[in-house]
């Protein structure tokens, strides 16, 4: 999570081709990776590393590299980071470590430069430098890769188009998406919904509907600024968004109104796009980082307010309905670290966002 104001904001996407070795050694190997710097400011930045395995599965992952202007990580969220001079090497935390054949996963940090910020050219994963194909021993039988994630066939008339809004809760990896597919698959329903964003999934165990908008260190406040949304929006053509956006914003410090402002144009765009726009917003879950006394009480300030913003918002055509995401939720025993669901984290998310998005797609 960017734990700044942000003065500048950057799109700056390097996809990189890296090669992926797991164990044992015979496996297939390949991978692509995405290093997006998501922001940038005097001194500071933060970025965004999504791996996408194209070879065999893997249980856990390293990935290397070295910063080619002295940049170092100060923050690194979903990963367990070193650095040494300019090499830096993450591994996966915890509940990130399978990748599944064409599935993905990603971490982000915030970072420290002077001079230039210039991006990363090479990687390693698992200790092996990267071609970007697939590739696999000669003792080993050439290796089908399995079928990528696929949305589930529309039913007669069409699915209806979801998309998951908001930062790296969202989408980093976010497996309470892959989790909350799953109900909708148990209860008959998921053939009636598709999941849509210019983000893929990410490694969660399980082939899942995936596609999202959950963008780790964003800012709804930058988004909203920027006009971010629009274009995906366009890409998209959603007809319920479920937001779970603002926890950035409390980390830097923004207050409710100027936060709920930014939700207002960003419905306000949402409708432009579809006029029968449903919107789903969350109280935000707890937070309570070390480096952050003050954000477990902003985010309290930023919950209260939602409901009545929601409902001076909300119209016969298009409603807004607030989904409560605070209560219930630890974050001693739901995060990771104060701020990112852990597995029992994420099951509490997507139980919460089950009954509301049910009721937007009948």
Known sequence: MSIRKLAVVLAAAALVPIGLIAAPAS???GCRVA???TSQWQGGFGASVAITNLGDPVTAWTLGWSFPSGQTVTQLWNGVVSQSGAAVTVRNASYNGAIATNASTSFGFNGAWTGSN??????????????GG?????????????TPPTTTPPPTGGPVKVMALGDSITGSPGCWRALLWQQLQQAGKASAVDFVGTLPPQGCGFTYDGENEGHGGFLATNVADQNQLVGWLAATDPDVVMM?????DVWSNRPPAT???AFTKLVGQMRASNPAMKVLVAKIIPMNPSSCAECAQRVIDLNAAIPAWAASTSTAASPVTVVDQWTGFNTATDTGDGVH???AGDQKIANRWYPALSAAIS
């Open 27 to 29: 496996a297939a190997a």
């Open 341 to 343: 669901p852990n597995a």
């Open 134 to 146: 697939v590739t696999t021993p000669p003792t080993t039988p050439p290796v089908t890769p399995s």
């Open 35 to 37: 290093y997006t710097i």
């Open 118 to 131: 210039a991006v990363p050219t090479a990687f390693t994963l698992n200790g092996v430098a990267c071609t």
């Open 259 to 261: 936060i709920l402002a």
């Open 244 to 248: 779970h956006f603002g926890t950035n």
